[in-house]
T-cell receptor, first 116, second 115 residues
C-alpha cells in the first residue's frame, strides 16, 4: 500500500489476556518504529528496527512487551498479560535511509488498545 | 543520547494571534529536525523538516521553523493562527550519519485556538 497500515484499528481486551498488534510499513522502508501515545503523555518510544541490525528495545516498558519484524517488513507488537495501564494508542512508523538526510517517519493511523 | 524538550504543554490562543512553540534538543552532532502535527482524530503527519541549508524552513499551512544551532533550538512559528490549527504539535530529532539513530519525539504541545 501507499502508507503505513496498522491493524486492528481498535482492540478491546480483558485484563490478563495477550494481544498482538500488526504494522505493515511502506514498501522499501528499512526502519520501523513503535511508539505509544497515552492521553497527555506525548509519544513514548518503544522499539526501533533498522534493517538486519539488532532492534533497539530500550523503550519497552516491561518484559510483557515484545516485538518482531519478519523478513524486514511486517512487524508485530505483542503485549502479554495485559494490564489496564497498557491502554493507549500504539503507533507504528517507518522511514528510509535512517541517519541520512530525508529520513522523515511516516505514521500509521494507530491501534487504540483498551484493557478492561 | 538525543533528547527533545518542548516547554509548552498547552497553549491557548485567539484566532489571528501569532504563535511560537519552543523546541530544544540535546545532541552535539549533525541532526535532522522535524515538526509533526496531529489534528483531532487524525494520524500524525509531517508539518516541516530541516536537513541542511537555509535554517528558516517553511512548511504547510503557513508554518515555519528556525533552526538555531548555537541554541540547539527549532522553534515553530505562525504569524496568524486559525481555528483549524487546533491540534497537537510534536518536535522530533534524529542524529545524522548513524543508521542506529532513532527519531526521538518531544512530549508534544497541545494548541487550542479560540474562534
Amino acid at each position: 500500500g501507499a502508507g503505513v497500515s496498522q491493524s486492528p484499528s481498535n482492540k478491546v481486551t480483558e485484563k490478563g489476556k495477550d494481544v498482538e498488534l500488526r504494522c505493515d510499513p511502506i514498501s522499501g522502508h528499512t526502519a520501523l518504529y513503535w511508539y505509544r501515545q497515552s492521553l497527555g503523555q506525548g509519544l513514548e518510544f518503544l522499539i526501533y528496527f533498522q534493517g538486519n541490525s539488532a532492534p533497539d528495545k530500550s523503550g519497552l516498558p516491561s518484559d510483557r512487551f515484545s516485538a518482531e519484524r519478519t523478513g524486514g517488513s511486517v512487524s508485530t507488537l505483542t503485549i502479554q498479560r495485559t494490564q489496564q495501564e497498557d491502554s493507549a494508542v500504539y503507533l507504528c512508523a517507518s522511514s528510509q535511509r535512517p541517519g541520512q538526510a530525508n529520513t522523515e517517519a511516516f505514521f500509521g493511523q494507530g491501534t487504540r488498545l483498551t484493557v478492561v | 543520547a538525543q533528547s527533545v524538550s518542548q516547554h509548552n504543554h498547552h497553549v491557548i490562543l485567539s484566532e489571528a494571534a501569532s504563535l511560537e512553540l519552543g523546541c530544544n534538543y540535546s545532541y552535539g552532532g549533525t541532526v535532522n529536525l522535524f515538526w509533526y502535527v496531529q489534528y483531532p482524530g487524525q494520524h500524525l503527519q509531517l508539518l516541516l523538516k530541516y536537513f541542511s541549508g537555509d535554517p528558516l524552513v517553511k512548511g504547510i499551512k503557513g508554518f515555519e521553523a528556525e533552526f538555531i544551532k548555537s541554541k540547539f533550538s527549532f522553534n515553530l512559528r505562525k504569524p496568524s493562527v486559525q481555528w483549524s490549527d487546533t491540534a497537537e504539535y510534536f518536535c522530533a530529532v534524529n542524529a545524522r550519519y548513524s543508521s542506529a539513530s532513532k527519531i526521538i519525539f518531544g512530549s508534544g504541545t497541545r494548541l487550542s485556538i479560540r474562534p
